[in-house]
Nanobody, 118 residues
């Protein structure tokens, strides 16, 4: 089993910054993709950013240039630095880990609320 513990959400004014953290524990396969998804009220969950252990990253177009994902592989922790936040970034942000092995599982964190006021 894998547990994901998120922290760092909150309320911020437009143009401000927040940093999310997610620490994974349990049986962690070395080949994995960790990242962040978000879900706004009435909308589907969407990818924000993901990163693998080798430095590959992928961002949603809506956050590219404003958000930065990073990892500490030794600590199985992923971070999301969010700058120039906009009201449309308001959502519950979920940490995610996918094991890149045959039959690999996907795990989700409990979610952390990010609210950006205008």
């Amino acid at each position: 089993q894998v547990q994901l513990v998120e922290s760092g959400g909150g309320l911020v004014q437009a143009g401000g910054s927040l940093r999310l953290s997610c620490a994974a524990s349990g049986n962690i396969f070395s080949s994995n993709l960790m990242g962040w998804y978000r879900q706004a009220p009435g909308k589907q969950r969407e990818l924000v950013a993901v990163a693998n252990t080798g430095g590959f990253t992928n961002y949603a177009l809506s956050v590219k240039g404003r958000f930065t994902i990073s990892r500490d592989n030794a600590k199985n922790t992923v971070y999301l630095e969010m700058n120039s936040l906009k009201p449309e970034d308001t959502a519950v942000y979920y940490c995610n880990v996918q094991f890149l092995v045959p039959g690999g599982s996907t795990y989700w964190g409990q979610g952390t609320q990010v609210t950006v006021s205008s």
